[in-house]
């Protein structure tokens, strides 16, 4: 069982900086891939960010290239998301989610690779 706590959002003028945190409790953190989503209101859930159990490998939304940056700590059990050169679009409801498989594969960008989630933080950006 793997339980995730979300922190650090908020509203931010565009062009600011976020930084989310994402605890987690639980021995399989660092063993699971892990990753990011978020939800816009009348939009689906979509893939922004993910990481590696070892978090040597991360992988991104073509959307947020260049301007997120995803990390772990597995000492810690956090994952963050480190968010610069906020646009309006970025607002959502963003989520962190612990997948079954160390290894990222092409299938892990989908929600359904994930088996436990947060509850979310509300970012905000207003342009």
């Known amino acids: 069982q793997v339980q995730l706590v979300e922190s650090g959002g908020g509203l931010v003028q565009a062009g600011g900086s976020l930084r989310l945190s994402c605890a987690a409790s639980g021995r399989t953190f660092r063993y699971s891939i892990m990753g990011w989503f978020r939800q816009a209101p009348g939009k689906e859930r979509e893939f922004v960010a993910g990481i590696s159990g070892s978090g040597t490998g991360t992988y991104y939304a073509d959307s947020v290239k260049g301007r997120f940056t995803i990390a772990r700590d597995n000492a810690k059990s956090i994952l963050y998301l480190q968010m610069s050169n906020l646009e309006a679009e970025d607002t959502a409801v963003f989520y962190c989610?612990?997948?079954?498989?160390?290894?990222?594969?092409?299938?892990?960008?989908?929600?359904?690779?994930?088996?436990?989630w947060g509850q979310g933080t509300q970012v905000t950006v207003s342009s």
């Open positions: 989610a612990a997948g079954s498989a160390f290894a990222w594969s092409e299938r892990s960008s989908s929600p359904a690779q994930y088996k436990y």
